[in-house]
């Protein structure tokens, strides 16, 4: 069982930048964030691979968000830069336990409850 906490989330304005963390226990093989608008479906964001490091972004983030963990805190982060209107969601961190899962279309197995941010025009 993983259990995942996060935090960090907020108001900001257009091109400012944020950083959520996602503490976690227990086994996993990757972590991610994935994000759902209002009235939208949850969509993938970033995910790294616990072991290697190894990141994967959604193309509407890449180069300007970046995905990153510390194994002895057992935290994952995900630096937000530049943000925009349309980034504004519940950013929610997850888990998986299991390698070469297809992650973007169905997502992980272990969910934390979400942190929301609101990106001001």
């Known amino acids: 069982q993983v259990q995942l906490v996060e935090s960090g989330g907020g108001l900001v304005q257009t091109g400012g930048s944020l950083r959520l963390s996602c503490v976690a226990s227990?086994?996993?093989?990757?972590m991610g964030w994935f994000r759902q608008a209002p009235g939208k479906e949850r969509e993938y964001v970033s995910s790294?691979?616990?072991?290697?490091?190894?990141?994967y972004y959604a193309p509407s983030v890449s180069g300007r968000f970046k995905i990153s963990r510390d194994v002895t805190m057992n935290t994952m982060y995900l630096q937000m830069n530049n943000l925009k209107p349309e980034d504004t969601a519940v950013y929610y961190c997850?888990?998986?336990?299991?390698?070469?899962?297809?992650?973007?279309?169905?997502?992980?197995?272990?969910w934390g409850k979400g942190t929301l941010v609101t990106v001001s025009s």
């Open positions: 997850a888990a998986d336990s299991t390698p070469g899962g297809d992650y973007v279309h169905v997502g992980m197995e272990y």
């Open positions: 790294i691979n616990w072991t290697d490091g190894y990141e």
């Open positions: 227990g086994r996993r093989y990757a």
